[in-house]
Nanobody
Framework: QVQLVEAGGGLVQAGGSLRLSCAASGIAISSRAMAWFRRAPGQERKFVSA????????NYTNSVKGRFTISKDSAKNTVYLQMNGLNPDDAADYYCAAGRTGYRTALDESAYVYWGQGTQVTVSS
């Protein structure tokens, strides 16, 4: 059984930082593209960041470039999203996702087959 368990969300003031983690079980993240998506209230789920299965390629949506960093620790089977300079527009439920086999990396939601339950990020202004 595959599980992705996110942690690290919470309430932070604008300008602050959080580090999200996604612990995987049942799959090896070293063989999967991994990504973070987010859904703000009343909006669709959107791509935030992805890291290729070999860890060599990272992608970010434009609004988080320079502020967020995705990384992974294959030994811990865990993916991270370091979020700095948070602003109210970053407030959302953040979801970790694992890609389908065969994808080195992907930005589209359809490429991801396993999803975590989400962790909430709230940013006060």
């Amino acid at each position: 059984q595959v599980q992705l368990v996110e942690a690290g969300g919470g309430l932070v003031q604008a300008g602050g930082s959080l580090r999200l983690s996604c612990a995987a079980s049942g799959i090896a993240i070293s063989s999967r593209a991994m990504a973070w998506f987010r859904r703000a209230p009343g909006q669709e789920r959107k791509f935030v960041s992805a890291i290729s299965r070999d860890g060599e390629i990272t992608n970010y949506t434009n609004s988080v470039k320079g502020r967020f960093t995705i990384s992974k620790d294959s030994a811990k089977n865990t993916v991270y999203l370091q979020m700095n300079g948070l602003n109210p527009d970053d407030a959302a439920d953040y979801y970790c996702a694992a890609g389908r086999t065969g994808y080195r990396t992907a930005l589209d939601e359809s490429a991801y087959v396993y999803w975590g339950q989400g962790t909430q990020v709230t940013v006060s202004s």
